[in-house]
T-cell receptor
Framework: EPEVTQTPSHQVTQMGQEVILRCVPISNHLYFYWYRQILGQKVEFLVSFYNNEISEKSEIFDDQFSVERPDGSNFTLKIRSTKLEDSAMYFC???????????FGSGTRLTVV | EDQVTQSPEALRLQEGESSSLNCSYTVSGLRGLFWYRQDPGKGPEFLFTLYSAGEEKEKERLKATLTKKESFLHITAPKPEDSATYLCAVHGSGNTGKLIFGQGTTLQVKP
């Protein structure tokens, strides 16, 4: 069964450093998303991406965050200057259409120290 | 503001003891209600999408139903392997791919 692949599975970074989280969505999917889940809290929407541009972003997704689809397969989330409160599980998801169930990756656990 | 509330927060069942999980929602024009299963340290695993009141979907021991205000996930004769956190999410109108998640119900099924 096709799956969304995320790397790395766990990343530890120092506060103020830049991090790039990587995702390979399912090949025929057109819509791409990033969500995050702080330990013990709800899964929160960050950004959706379609046709090589951001279609919606949340209040969390400020100027420190950016997304990119550098080639036909990868989808990345960059955090320019990490803060302690950025520590969370970050999930990438993809879907064929924007109304149907999305397939989530296994996540990247980001720990900012 | 779109909102999703799940109850109970935690549920312990004996193997074979059927029960239901509740998801109450408020959204300005529902485009879809989703149920996911999440195992510890893993990403949400898609179970069902429901689009309109009265709709029902089944998968093995799970059955999801939808009304205009809430959804239920019925678990019939659960097994220990059904132990997980079950997440409900809504996709409201006017959004582009944004899902609003509830806090989840953590189910533990004891043998």
């Amino acid at each position: 069964e096709p799956e969304v692949t995320q790397t790395p599975s766990h990343q530890v970074t120092q506060m103020g450093q830049e991090v790039i989280l990587r995702c390979v969505p399912i090949s025929n999917h057109l819509y791409f998303y990033w969500y995050r889940q702080i330990l013990g809290q709800k899964v929160e929407f960050l950004v959706s991406f379609y046709n090589n541009e951001i279609s919606e972003k949340s209040e969390i997704f400020d100027d420190q965050f950016s997304v990119e689809r550098p080639d036909g397969s990868n989808f990345t989330l960059k955090i320019r200057s990490t803060k302690l409160e950025d520590s969370a599980m970050y999930f990438c998801a993809s879907s064929v259409f924007d109304r149907e169930g999305y397939t989530f990756g296994s996540g990247t656990r980001l720990t900012v120290v | 503001e779109d909102q999703v509330t799940q109850s109970p927060e935690a549920l312990r069942l004996q193997e074979g003891e059927s029960s239901s999980l509740n998801c109450s929602y408020t959204v300005s024009g529902l485009r879809g209600l989703f149920w996911y299963r999440q195992d510890p340290g893993k990403g949400p695993e898609f179970l069902f999408t429901l689009y309109s009141a009265g709709e029902e979907k089944e998968k093995e021991r799970l059955k999801a139903t939808l009304t205009k205000k809430e959804s239920f996930l019925h678990i019939t004769a659960p097994k220990p392997e059904d132990s997980a956190t079950y997440l409900c999410a809504v996709h409201g109108s006017g959004n582009t791919g944004k899902l609003i998640f509830g806090q989840g119900t953590t189910l533990q099924v004891k043998p």
